[in-house]
């Protein structure tokens, strides 16, 4: 079993420093090729990062274990805002006010109801899929005309700053970033969903439930370490547009293209449970967003106190 847990770690830690190689190889390569930073941003650097998440979800669809492809988005969008949001405020409070979201959190508001009503309606399939990644070309089509009329501070993507973007090393260095992502991912996903399988079958639980707890952890953990030391860095603000926006990527491109590919199942477990926390995590921003409220230390005990009861729940009930 230990060997297991082992592989699984493994198969992450892959999956991370490939998903981070193929950012950087495809953001260098798109620069060199003359594509503005915005556009690069809002598109490469957003499915780069949200790789690893998507080839998990693929290989578990393919190898007929649904349970963790959707437990893995659900779990994460979960995760998202009760660690992810809760833990950076224990060490930093985070202003709402400093980050306009409204429109954001309205998408991915909509995004989370959208996906909801097509699990409840049966399989996404490929026409839902298609309906999921249409939204999502409306909303970067839509993020990518207001940001160039007007740039909010700590809201937009730091365009001087390009996550991954060094136009200093050479052509070759490039290609071996590209190189080890494509080859990196898929083999991250194939350790991580096959360890996870298995520890599934040792532990006499479900798929979902391992793609809801260590999946769903495991890939939401650069976020973490992001938001982290943003708020050592005294700029826990940027944590709540980075969460939203992460969360409505989630829902649209990677079960948006996962369906395109072999139709998601969303198991009975899920929606009978998991699905409303998700929906009731996402409502939970609402007065941070419209009213202003500040994250403080004490609202960051209380998320994280929500996560572990979530988790206590999933595991044991």
Known sequence: MATEFLMAGLGLAILLLSGDSLVRGAVNLSLRLGVPKLLVSLTIVAFGTS?????????????????????????????????VLGVPALVSSIRSTACDARKSYV??????????????????????????????????????LAVRRARRPGCEPDLEALEGADLGIPVWQVILYLLVGLVGLPFGADLLVDSAVLIAHDFGVSEAVIGLTLVAIGTSLPELATTVMAAVRQHAEVALGNVIGSNMFN????????AVVHPVAVTAEIMRFDLWVMLGASVLLFPFVYLGLDISRRWGLAFIGLYASYLTFVVVG
């Open 107 to 144: 998408t991915m508001m909509l995004a989370s109801v959208m996906f909801a009503g097509l699990a409840l309606t049966g399989p996404i399939g490929l026409w839902k899929g298609m309906g999921l990644l249409a939204l999502l070309a409306l909303i970067l089509g839509d993020t990518y």
């Open 251 to 258: 829902l649209l491109a990677i079960i948006g293209t996962t």
């Open 51 to 83: 790789a690893p998440e998507l080839l998990v979800s693929l290989k578990s669809v393919l190898e007929g274990v649904p349970g963790i492809a959707v437990g893995n988005v659900v779990g994460s969008n979960i995760a998202n805002v009760l660690l």
